[in-house]
């Protein structure tokens, strides 16, 4: 019997000994993050670096605003130390994700001290799509990851550094881009709702298609409306993606000369070997569809 | 100001002109077939077949992108195949045509949603797979107009066995041995004609355009040839008149299409001159020697 209690304790006092022994091991290792979709996982890989481990719950290629979350994103929330969300309502599934995955890691506002445009009546999430909102969401990060993980702070302190660099340079690679386009060309028709930080900071004007709907079928006034509106305003390329028929595209660039501009990526990168496989990328490969489209 | 109203739209813009001549091509190839399913009960197969054709087209797309040619030859292969083992096992068990169709069309449409899946992204399949009629490009007014023109080449050898199996299809078999051979040609040409119906008007509505003039000719005529003229051109008034509501308001074309011939299908069944409602409680004056 007291050799059974023993052996017990023994036991015991080994269990104990590994999880104290893990625990510290595990903070000193590398923390997991879980974002919540492409576009700020890569912001936030730029930042956390080596120390961070950043997961997506929407990942390359899909809809931010329609995601239905999986048990396995639940699974991912509660496993996580800190969740980093962009805000501005872009996430409406994400807060009761978080209450029933019973995880009680902080939730960061990535966009926090944004100056938010209006869309509607609701605020316009898509604020990435600034350069400098990005600046913003790197620093908001950074401080995030410091706060969770104080011990590797220099190194986030560092990445964060390197990485604004980075973003200091792609800015300005914009606004030379934009630059080149003639004034009177910097126009464009196009049915995403996702780039009006774009054209505050940069000044190039997203008319939006007349009385489209992008949800719905178009009627042939629709298309008819879009045509003159075209030919009136005498705009140099479309960008209408989501005019759900590409050949419906085609008619419309046929009937009134407007170029067809290429894809734009607004919501979500592309996978490893698309256009657009990080937010840098995918910001090089908007300013080189937007000035191949209007230039001369 | 009727000009305007009527006229104008077609004048001005060329994918109106296209629209409109996607929907005569349309109309010449799908009401006759149309005339046909419904002499030989089949209104409803052509739903079915629209089915049975999806999943085709979508492999198509999934091997070769957004390729018109791809996803029709999918499209082709796949309702032939599903009307050929319904047909098949029809004739040889005692299982009844309807419930067969039914069984190798949910077949179909299972392994399509499943290939479908498999690929796995967010686009709607459904939006990038079918266009509507206002995205009539060179490519797809060709594709209709060569089924419409293979449809009527072919109707016009097949016919006389395919109207005499609509009547009386004991005594076919006694006299000759077209009958078979002539319903599989029909399915196909079924199949050729839903095709065209994808791409003009997507495909929930595919079907519209066959089913919906033979309906209203049924009530206008009680001669096949009379009964294909009157539903060629209650498909082609639709098509006008349906484009034109499109235009002035704003509904979509291709239910707006549908729903033109969908009145002109009530205007029929009340005063057509055959069986109409009224007529009946009406009867003209008896002939009388």
């Not at chain 2, 060329?14 to 002499?39: D, K, Q, S």
Request: a neutral charge; aromatic letters at 6%; proline letters at 4%.
């Amino acid at each position: 019997m007291k050799s059974m209690r023993q052996t017990c304790g023994v036991l015991l006092g080994a269990l104990a000994a590994t999880l104290i022994a893990n625990i510290p091991l595990k903070a000193h290792d590398k923390i997991d993050v879980v974002a919540s979709f492409s576009i700020l996982g890569d912001v936030a890989r730029n930042v956390g670096g080596e120390r961070a481990i950043i997961t997506t719950l929407v990942g390359a290629n899909s809809d931010v605003h329609v995601y239905t979350p999986a048990p396995s994103d639940a699974k991912k929330i509660a496993d996580a130390k800190l969740v980093l969300v962009n805000g501005l309502g872009l996430e409406g599934w994400l807060e009761r994700l978080v209450q029933s995955s019973g995880s009680k890691a902080p939730i960061v506002v990535a966009s926090n001290g944004i100056a938010a445009r209006r869309l509607g009546s609701h605020a316009d999430p898509h604020a990435w799509q600034s350069v400098a909102n990005a600046k913003i969401y790197v620093a908001n990060i950074r401080d995030a990851l410091m706060a969770a993980d104080p011990p590797a702070a220099t190194a986030y302190r560092a990445n964060a550094d390197a990485y604004l660099a980075k973003l200091d340079a792609l800015g300005a690679e914009v606004r030379a881009a934009i630059a080149s386009i003639p004034e009177a060309r910097r126009k464009v028709i196009s049915s995403h709702n996702a780039f009006g930080y774009f054209a505050d900071a940069y000044g190039i004007a997203f008319i939006a298609p007349q009385g489209v709907s992008t949800e719905s079928e178009a009627s042939a006034r629709d298309i008819a409306a879009i045509i003159t509106q075209i030919r009136s305003a005498k705009i140099p390329a479309v960008f209408l993606e989501n005019v759900s028929d590409p050949r419906l595209m085609r008619r419309i660039s046929a009937e009134t000369g407007a170029r067809i501009g290429g894809t734009l990526y607004s919501d979500s990168l592309t996978g490893e070997n698309g256009d657009a496989p990080t937010y840098i990328d995918m910001v090089r490969h908007n300013i080189k569809a937007l000035t191949g489209a209007l230039a001369d | 100001m009727i000009y305007d109203a009527l006229i104008a739209p077609f004048t001005e813009f060329e994918f109106m002109r296209r629209a409109l001549a996607g929907a005569i091509a349309l109309a010449l190839g799908g009401a006759p077939i149309g005339v046909f399913l419904m002499l030989r009960r089949m209104s409803l197969v052509g739903d079915a077949m629209a089915h049975a054709i999806l999943p085709g087209a979508a492999v198509g797309f999934l091997l070769s992108g957004l390729n018109l040619f791809a996803m029709t030859f999918g499209g082709l292969i796949a309702g032939f195949a599903v009307a050929l083992l319904a047909g098949l096992v029809s004739r040889t068990t005692e299982l009844k045509e309807d419930a067969s169709l039914a069984a190798f069309y949910l077949m179909s449409l299972a392994l399509g949603v499943t290939i479908v899946s498999i690929k796995g992204t967010n686009i709607d399949l459904l939006h990038v797979l079918f266009g509507n009629i206002l995205a009539m490009d060179d490519q797809t007014l060709l594709v209709i107009a060569v089924n419409a023109t293979i449809t009527l080449i072919v109707l016009a050898v097949i016919w006389r066995p395919l109207v005499i199996e609509c009547v009386d299809p004991v005594f076919l078999r006694t006299v000759s041995r077209a009958g078979a051979p002539a319903h599989l040609a029909f399915l196909a040409l079924v199949v050729i004609n839903l095709v065209n119906g994808f791409h003009a008007l997507g495909t929930l509505l595919a079907v519209g355009l066959m089913i919906l003039p033979a309906a209203i000719a049924k009530f206008w005529s009680r001669d096949i040839t009379g009964m294909m003229c009157i539903a060629v051109a209650s498909a082609i008034v639709s098509g006008y008149a349906g484009l034109v509501l499109s235009f002035q308001t704003k509904v979509p074309s291709g239910p707006a299409i549908i729903l033109v011939a969908a009145l002109l299908y009530v205007f029929s069944v009340l005063f057509g001159n055959v069986s109409g409602l009224v007529r009946q409680i009406f009867p003209g004056r008896h002939l009388e020697a």
